[in-house]
């Protein structure tokens, strides 16, 4: 993971802000605690926040991406495999909110399946992106600029074969 954390973290000052929005178990929360930042953390899941809650020592709420109401409080906002989860048809309107929740010039760490459309898998839903899909989502997003947008393999060892597109932007403009 210390390849998706350096470059979101280049951005970020010491002791900074960040929200570690659509968290899971609480393992990129515990990091970031871990190297002195300050973290809010949020899931969807009752079980996930649960668990989180308990690695990291603080209170995870339970919450979606449409309840989220932080206005400029973060200097950067980490969605690491967690906006694959939201549909096309809901995308925008999350994005404006986690650009919100964002101090002016802060960043947001997005990833997200390298494939372009939706689909269901197990039981979930998965919305996917490649470059250019995702260079076109952020266009309308005026309140988003693309700093840097790359590929990286599944590290773990049941998906080799799958790619993420993981992609930095930083809020512009108030």
């Excluded at 899971?24 to 990091?31: C, L, T, V």
């Excluded at 096309?88 to 760490?109: C, E, H, N, Y």
Aim: proline share 4%; glycine share 8%; aromatic share 10%.
């Amino acid at each position: 993971m210390s390849a998706l954390y350096r470059p979101f973290l280049a951005h970020i000052p010491k002791a900074g802000r960040i929200l570690d929005a659509g968290c899971g178990s609480g393992r990129d929360s515990r990091y970031f605690l871990q190297q002195g930042y300050k973290i809010e953390a949020f899931d969807a899941s009752a079980e996930m926040c649960r668990l989180a809650s308990i690695l990291i020592g603080q209170n995870v709420p339970r919450k979606t991406f449409e309840e989220l109401d932080s206005l400029s409080a973060f200097d950067g906002v980490w969605a690491c495999a967690s906006l694959l989860h939201i549909g096309r048809d809901r995308i925008d309107p999350v994005l404006q909110r986690l650009s919100r929740a964002l101090k002016p010039t802060g960043v947001m760490f997005l990833s997200f399946k390298l494939r372009d459309g939706e689909w269901e898998q197990g039981g979930r839903f998965f919305n996917g992106y490649d470059e250019n899909s995702f260079r076109e989502l952020i266009k309308k997003h005026p309140s988003f600029a693309l700093c840097s947008i790359w590929t990286s393999d599944d590290v773990r060892p049941d998906r080799k074969h799958e790619k993420w597109l993981n992609a930095l932007i930083r809020r512009v403009g108030d």
